[in-house]
């Protein structure tokens, strides 16, 4: 039965087999992926932080795994702002703890920002807080964390440029700072037309923005590669001596699991995940990822299941790409396509498997945790035996199968007759 990818190293081009009881390979790439393994390596994932609501106005640190957190907002900072009604809040979740900086409406002239700066305040002569913190950045040092976010109607800031905390428009940010003051900007959600890079009398060659994706996601990117793009930056004993997380301007974002060192897995590819759920009838069955439903049906739409997707596409977010959805039964291969000029349908294309289309052609994009459902009622009849459902994407956007490039999940259904 298994002609189409299962051929391929099941060790890295895709999943095999998920048993019901185990854990999640997505969270078990998460975990390689983010991890710090040296002994010298950063990982923040708060989860030594107190569950807690912070304000700036009664709170002006927040104790985590790798320091102590200042908490700082401008309306703070300026009694004629009022009130801050800004929040930093440590959540607990199914995976743990996450922070999560909300910015409000505080219906004043003032910026409405709420950050948080992990430094060490000695070089400032202010305090010991963080005494001897700094983060030593070799070819090989990387950066890696999750993140997402909301901004509301985000727009650009003044002219849109010199001002005296850029980006200069509304925006979420992870900023890292080196020891000779070159700022380096990873800007995720931001205002419709911002524009990476304009020049800042302020700053001039020592700050450099990188813009990724809007929606947020998992990121892992080399970060002395990025350092090198600031004119500025001095490889030789270079260090980081401070990290900030911010939200400029009304909305919320959530950082999580950020790691930095020499030893971090030095890419995620996508990892997309299929799941075949029934609607009334079939049961999971214990070892594997299979689903056994009762035999005979008259017709495809008394399967009474769904097929359900899953992408987290990690650093291949943003990229074109193939997206293949295919279902093999004993009768011959069908393929499924998605369009928004037309109804999404299965398509036969017998033994033929070099007939096959991709399902969508574009970028790749993180679906949220439920997915959507793909409706099997095009399907044919079935006979008993074994029908196995795929999902992959390739970054070959041609049309054709690169198996060089594919990722892939996929899940059997069993029918198995009356009595058996």
């Not at 990387?142 to 002219?159: K, M, V």
């Not at 900023?175 to 380096?184: F, Q």
């Not at 769904?306 to 650093?315: I, Q, R, S």
């Not at 074994?386 to 999902?391: K, Q």
Request: hydrophobic share 40%.
């Amino acid at each position: 039965m298994c002609r189409f990818m299962c051929f391929l190293s099941k060790g890295s081009a895709g999943r095999s087999v998920l048993r019901a009881s185990g854990a999640s390979p997505i969270a078990l790439l998460m975990l390689l992926a983010l991890a710090a393994a040296t002994a010298h390596g950063f990982e923040e994932s708060w989860e030594s932080a107190t569950g807690w609501i912070y304000s700036p106005i009664n709170d002006d640190f927040l104790h985590a795994d790798e320091g102590t957190w200042l908490i700082g907002d401008t309306v703070s900072e300026f009694p004629e702002c009022g009130p801050s009604p800004h929040e930093v809040n440590i959540d607990r979740t199914a995976r743990g703890k996450e922070l999560r900086l909300i910015s409000h409406d505080s219906n004043s002239t003032c910026s409405d920002n709420i950050w948080l700066d992990l430094v060490d305040a000695s070089r400032f002569g202010s305090s010991n807080l963080n005494k001897g913190f700094s983060i030593p950045i070799t070819a090989r040092t990387r950066i890696a964390f999750e993140q997402r976010g909301i901004l509301s109607n985000p727009r650009r800031q003044g002219w849109g440029r010199n001002c005296i905390g850029p980006p200069c428009f509304d925006n979420i940010s992870l900023r890292v700072v080196d020891n000779r003051g070159n700022i380096l900007a990873y800007v995720l959600q931001r205002s419709p037309g911002a524009e990476a890079n304009i020049p800042n009398a302020n700053f001039g060659d020592l700050y450099r923005e990188i813009f990724l994706d809007r929606t947020g996601g998992q990121y892992n990117r080399n970060l002395f590669d990025d350092f090198k793009r600031l004119p500025g930056f001095v490889p030789n004993g270079a260090e980081v001596h401070q990290i900030n997380l911010s939200v400029d301007e009304h909305g919320w974002a959530v950082f999580d699991d950020i790691a930095i060192g020499t030893d971090i897995e030095a890419y995620i590819p996508a990892v997309p995940e299929i799941i075949v759920v029934p609607e009334t009838t079939g049961i999971l069955t214990g070892v594997g990822r299979e689903l056994v439903q009762p035999w005979p049906t008259t017709s495809a739409s008394d399967n009474e299941f769904h097929v359900w997707l899953k992408l987290k596409a990690y650093e291949d977010i943003g990229r074109d790409a193939d997206w293949w959805v295919v279902a093999e039964f004993p009768s011959g291969w069908y393929y499924y396509t998605y369009s928004f000029d037309s109804p999404a349908s299965w398509t036969s294309v017998g033994d033929d498997i070099g007939a096959i289309a991709p399902a969508y052609q574009g970028k790749l994009v993180s679906f949220p945790s439920l997915g959507f459902p793909l409706f099997v009622d095009s399907l044919p009849a079935l006979e008993p035996g074994r029908a196995r459902f795929y999902f992959g994407v390739d970054l070959q956007r041609n049309g054709r199968l690169d198996l060089g490039s594919l990722r892939f999940d996929f899940f059997d259904v069993e029918y198995q007759p009356a009595g058996q």
